[in-house]
């Protein structure tokens, strides 16, 4: 928990984890762009895709077995979620299960949610507005 509560490192590469490297590797094979440690200007995010909003938080077995950890989690959370973005957890051992399998999970995962914010972003209502705009008027001459 110590790199959380760091507001930066001389080299925040240095504290990436093998989990991370594999997964941030499957991502990338993936065409998702994303972020290692990301300093979001409380804590450092394991890995950070801002077009979705989201965060992954790679974690070993205390975070689902310590309740102190597990308030300080939620505590973190909390502040990522009043910038917009959610927090998904992810045990280090379904990366090292599975990462591709894990990786094509999230991509879905991170298409979805882009395609959800440009749906309701102004430019995406525009289209949308504009589309109907043009199929009405197709009838008339």
Not at 13 to 29: F, G, H, I, P, W
Not at 124 to 131: D, L, N, Q, T
């Amino acid at each position: 928990m110590t790199h959380q509560k760091t507001p930066f490192y001389a080299n925040p590469q240095e504290k990436v984890t093998s989990q991370a490297q594999r997964l941030s590797k499957a991502l990338n094979d993936l065409r998702v762009k994303h972020e290692l440690e990301y300093f979001d200007g409380y804590k450092h995010i394991d890995i950070a895709i801002p077009s979705a909003k989201l965060y992954l938080e790679l974690e070993g077995t205390q975070h689902a077995f310590n309740p102190k950890q597990m308030i300080a989690d939620d505590e973190r959370d909390k502040h990522s979620h009043k910038d917009g973005f959610d927090t998904k957890r992810i045990a280090n051992v379904w990366i090292d299960k599975d990462v591709d399998r894990l990786a094509a999970s999230i991509a879905i995962l991170v298409r979805k949610r882009e395609n959800e914010r440009n749906q309701y972003s102004l430019t995406g209502i525009a289209k949308s507005v504009f589309k109907k705009l043009s199929q009405t008027l197709e009838g008339f001459e």
